[in-house]
């Protein structure tokens, strides 16, 4: 049966037997990315963000009554048709608010409100509702796709009547999109047990 002293040894030199390890494995991922290699360089994302400020244009309403240019007049001998000359009139001296909307590309439209009366328009009213960009602005967004990344997490692993691991795991990602696994910890009798791992990207 071991000693206390022999089982403190067998610890202790298994222990440095690890930190050998772990120290082999360190130096290796230094000089991995050591001496300026063009894979290790900063990858730069960059994003340009056009922000654009619109801005209403506003006028005066301002009523006034269009002057007509042309004038035609046509005369006839006989009429051709029953004429309701009560109702003529009625219509003529009768009021008639007029409303059109006329569409501007994508940037607005211009309402125009017309009266007729007594076969004139005697009052105009244009209604102007455009927006209009007036500012553009440019953000630019820098992204580093490709940093130096650690991960620290926890383990057990194991059959169901053994605990084979039970302790921590780092890792570590490179700039080369290339990942380094180390675990520490111990099994089911307390000895300290160290294990490694690599993965590599699949794929973009």
């Known amino acids: ?31 991995e ?8 360089d900063d990858k730069i994302d960059t994003t340009i963000v056009e922000t654009v400020k619109w801005d209403t244009l506003r006028i005066s309403e301002i009523t006034y009554v269009p002057k007509w240019r042309t004038k035609i007049i046509r005369e006839y001998d006989t009429i051709p048709a029953d004429v309701d000359t009560m109702g003529i009139l009625k219509d003529y ?23 007729v009366t007594e076969n004139m328009i005697v009052s105009r009213t244009p209604k102007l509702s455009i927006v209009i960009p007036t500012k553009t602005d440019k953000i630019t967004i820098t992204k580093y ?30 700039k080369k999109n290339t990942a380094y696994g180390l675990s520490f910890g111990i099994n089911q009798n307390f000895a300290p047990v160290l294990g490694g791992r690599m993965y590599w990207k699949i794929g973009k």
């Open 1 to 31: 049966m071991k000693s206390i002293t022999d089982i403190l040894k067998s610890i202790f030199n298994n222990i440095q037997s690890i930190l050998i390890v772990v120290l082999v494995i360190v130096i290796f991922l230094m000089r």
């Open 33 to 40: 990315c050591g001496g300026g290699h063009k894979d290790c």
């Open 93 to 115: 001296y009768a009021t008639y608010f007029y409303t059109d909307t006329l569409l501007i590309d994508t940037i607005g439209n211009i309402v125009i409100n017309d009266t």
């Open 145 to 174: 796709v490709n940093n130096r990344e650690f991960y620290y997490g926890f383990g057990i692993q194991g059959s169901v009547s053994q605990m084979n691991f039970l302790g921590g795991d780092l890792l570590y990602k490179t």
